[in-house]
């Protein structure tokens, strides 16, 4: 199955950048990157040492419910081109991650959250966006459930006769 990494759109990204406030109504903490470990959500690279970034508070949700996880990413505090598509992010770089299922209700499907190895997310998510009744894959930190992207199904494109 093909499947799309996707980070935080741009217009949310857009809005941080410009002051806006996190998921609990803070500005974003501005900080100088080292180069060591910064991953930007929304262009899916490192942040270049040097670099400034943003750390905020991030619900990639639309509604809120007991399912509704809120935790700290980073951002390019400069303007930066999304990232996503078809390859793995170069800013996933771990040994693994927690892939992790969700209906379309936003709810965790029981029994897909696993720890994957890096080099296995594509046929684990791909695995999970098999079933009917996962709508959407979160990569997210192993060692601190960081939300990192979303992965999804790439639609099938109808071929012209």
Known sequence: MPITYRP???????ALRAGGPDAYGNAPERKISDGMGVPCRHCLRFVPAGAP???????????????????PIFLCADPCEA??????????????Y?????????????GTGSVTPREAIPTRAATLLARDDIAFVHVRSASNNCFHCRIERIAATASGG
């Open 53 to 71: 970034y943003l750390v905020l508070a991030h619900r990639p949700f639309d509604d809120l419910h007991a399912y509704t996880e809120t935790g």
């Open 83 to 96: 990232g996503g598509g078809s390859a793995m992010p170069e800013f996933l770089d771990s040994p693994g």
């Open 8 to 14: 935080i759109d741009t217009v949310t990204a857009q």
């Open 98 to 110: 927690i892939l992790r299922g969700y209906g379309k209700d936003e709810r965790i499907v029981y």
